[in-house]
C-alpha cells in the first residue's frame, strides 16, 4: 500500500506508515535520542532489519513479541519490525515488579521477548526476568517450544553482547535469511483490523487486561491528532513519556505521519527534559500529565522553556492548574484531551479555534470518526448538553477486546456496540468534551455526590499550591469525607490549617477537607498518581493496616 499516492488517505498499517514517511521525509530527523539523531530513512531501513530478523527466528503473522525496557529507539524500531511482519508489539510495562511480571508473562503468549541490559544496576531487566520467572531460558541455547509458556528467547535491543541474552548483533545477523521480497510479501497481508500492538491496563482491583489495538485504530488516532494539533513537517515534539504508554506512542506516531521530530529520552528528568527542549528547538511539548508539567514548572531552570520556540502545549490537569500554564507560557496555545487504552489513547483534543476559557475548562472535540455521548449509567439514557453522566465511545479508534477475556470485554460494551468507560463527563453545546473524574472516584459525603476533581480544581487557585489530588476515606458519621494531598510551590509555606481556612466559607462545608497532608513526591504508576496509593496510606495512618 502506497500511502504517498494519496493524499487523503487516512488509513495505512503501522508499518506502511514509516515507510511513507520514509520516502516522503528520507533525511529529516525522525527521532532525536540523547546522542542520537535517526533520520526516517535511516529508521525505516533499521525497523525493516530488525522484521527480517524476527521472520528468520520463526515469528509469524498474529504472534506475540514482547518488549521490556526504558525509552529506547531500538524499542520503537523493534515495535514498527513487528508491525511490518504482521507480528504483535506487546509492550511491556518498565516499572512492573517480580509479581506483575510474572502474570503479564504467563497471560500475554510471547514467542520472543526483547531487553536491555543498559540500565542494571538501577533497572536490571535479565535479574527481573529470572525473579519472574525462572525456569525462563535467556541465552542462546534456548529451544524452540522448551522455555517458560513458550517464549523461545529473550533478545538484546542493543547490538552490543548483554549477560544472559541472545546477542542483538547475532539476532540482527539472522535477517541475511529473509530477503526484502519476502518481508514485503509478509507486509502486503497484514489487515487494517490486525492488532498491532498490545498493552496491558491495570485497574486496583483486578490483573492487568491485555488490551489489543488494531493498525487502523493507532494509525487513524494519530491522524486525528496530526490534524487537531495542526502539526508541521517543520515541528519538534518534546515526549519522554514511557513508550509502553500511548501517551507515548501515539504522539510520537502523529509525528511520523506529518514528517516532524520527536525528542525523547531513557526516562523523564526534569532537568534533563528543559536542555533537550532548548536544545532541539521544541515547538510542541506534551507532558500529558500534570505531575509532569508541574516538575517541569518547578525546575529552577524552567526559563528554558520561555526561551525554546514552544507553540503548543498538551496536558491534562483540573481547570485552574491548566490556566496557571497558560499564565507560566503565556505565548504557547494549551490544550487539553481525553482517552484511554481502550480508545487508542485519546478520542478527543482541544484546539486553536477555542477560547482560553474553553480549553481550560474542556477536552475539545472528539477526532473525525470518534462518536462520543453521555448517558445515565443506571438507565444507558443519552443526556443533554450539560447533563453529567458515563461517557461512552464508538468508532474506529476501540480496542479489538481484552486478550483471552471475552466475558469482561463483553461487559464493557454496551447492546448497541458503545464502550462503556466509567469515566463522569458532560458534552457542552458546542460539542466539547468535559472531564469530571471517575465514576467510581466519586465521593459520597453525608449523601452528597462530590467530584475530586472540582475540590483539586478548587485548591489549585491557591497561590501556594503547585498540585493536589484528592481521595475519600471513610467516616463514621458522614459515610465519606474528602482527604487532600497538596505539593506546594517551590518556596511556599502553609500548614493545614491554614488551607481548610481558605477553603471555609469559599466551597459547601461538606466538601472541605477534613484531612489535609503534604507531600513531595507522587506514587506514581506509568504517568499517572496512583489515587488508590495516597488513600490506603492516608486509611492505615488513620485506623491502622486492614482497618
Partial sequence: MDATADPLIEATTLGDLLLRAARRWPSRNALLFADERLGYEAWARRACLRA???????????????????NLPEVVETMFACALSGAVAVMLNAR?????????????????????????????????????LPGLATGEGAAPGGSTHGIRAVIGLERGDGSGLLCGERFLERAAEVSADRL?????????????????????????????????AVVRSALGMSRRLGIRDDDVMWNALPMFHMA??????????????????????????????????ATILYPAFPAIMAALLAHP?????????????SNVAPPETLRANMRAL????????????????????????????????????????VQM??????????????????????????FEGYYKDPARTAECFDDAGWFRTGDLCSIGAGGQVCYHGRLKDVMKIGGENVSPLELESFLATHPAVQLAQVVGVPDARLQEVAAAFVQLRPGASMTAAELIDFCRGRIASFKVPRHVRFVTEWPMSATKIQRHVLRQRLQEELVGPGG
Fill in 52 to 70: 527480517r530478523a524476527l521472520i528468520a527466528l520463526g515469528v509469524q503473522p498474529g504472534d506475540h513479541v514482547g518488549i521490556l525496557s526504558l
Fill in 96 to 132: 512492573y515488579r517480580a509479581e506483575e511480571l510474572r502474570y503479564v508473562l504467563a497471560h500475554a503468549d510471547l514467542v520472543l521477548l526483547f531487553t536491555s541490559t543498559r540500565f542494571a544496576p538501577h533497572s536490571d531487566f535479565p535479574a527481573l526476568l529470572r525473579d519472574a
Fill in 184 to 216: 514485503a510479501q509478509r507486509r502486503s497481508q497484514v489487515a487494517l483490523r490486525d492488532p498491532c500492538i498490545m498493552m496491558y491496563t491495570s485497574g486496583t482491583t483486578a490483573e492487568p487486561k491485555g488490551c489489543r489495538l488494531s493498525h487502523e
Fill in 248 to 281: 507515548a506512542i501515539l504522539p510520537l506516531l502523529a509525528m511520523v505521519w506529518a514528517g516532524g521530530s520527536f525528542v525523547s529520552d531513557t526516562h523523564f528528568d526534569s532537568g534533563r527534559a528543559l536542555q533537550d527542549i532548548r536544545a532541539h528547538g
Fill in 301 to 313: 531552570d524552567c526559563d528554558q522553556l520561555r526561551l525554546a520556540p514552544v507553540r503548543l502545549v
Fill in 330 to 369: 503565556p505565548h504557547a496555545l494549551h490544550v487539553s484531551a481525553y482517552g484511554m487504552t481502550e480508545a487508542s489513547g485519546i478520542s478527543c483534543h482541544g484546539g486553536a479555534d477555542e477560547d482560553d476559557e474553553t480549553r481550560a475548562t474542556a477536552c475539545g472535540r472528539p477526532y473525525e470518526g
Fill in 373 to 398: 455521548r453521555v448517558v445515565d449509567p443506571a438507565s444507558g439514557r443519552e443526556l443533554g448538553p450539560g447533563e453529567r453522566g458515563e461517557m461512552r465511545i464508538r468508532g474506529f479508534s476501540l
